[in-house]
């Protein structure tokens, strides 16, 4: 369940980081909920992890509702 609400989060777009982080419990519950680590499960929540550190994408439903937040990295 908490890899179908995670997963359909993040194809519509919507609350990004929330979607991303059910995404990353359940792939870490089935890498190592099972004594033994498959990499399959390890690759799909480091990519969750990603996508909770880095947040929605320029064309997602969260950046048209929320605006896109853009850091300035010049320097003054």
Same mark, same amino acid.
């Given at each position: ?15 990004? +980081? %929330?979607? *991303?982080?059910?995404? &990353? @419990? =359940?792939?870490?519950? #089935?890498?190592? /909920?099972?004594?033994?680590? $498959?990499?399959? +499960? %390890?690759? *799909?929540?480091?990519? &969750? @992890? =990603?996508?909770?550190? #880095?947040?929605? /994408?320029?064309?997602?439903? $969260? ?14």
């Amino acid at each position: 369940m908490l890899e179908l609400a995670g997963g359909t989060l993040l194809l519509l777009g919507l609350w990004t +980081p %929330v979607g *991303a982080v059910l995404l &990353a @419990v =359940s792939q870490a519950w #089935l890498a190592f /909920g099972r004594g033994a680590i $498959d990499i399959a +499960p %390890v690759i *799909a929540a480091a990519v &969750a @992890v =990603s996508l909770i550190m #880095l947040g929605p /994408g320029a064309w997602s439903a $969260d950046a048209r509702l929320y605006g896109r937040k853009r850091l300035d990295l010049r320097l003054k």
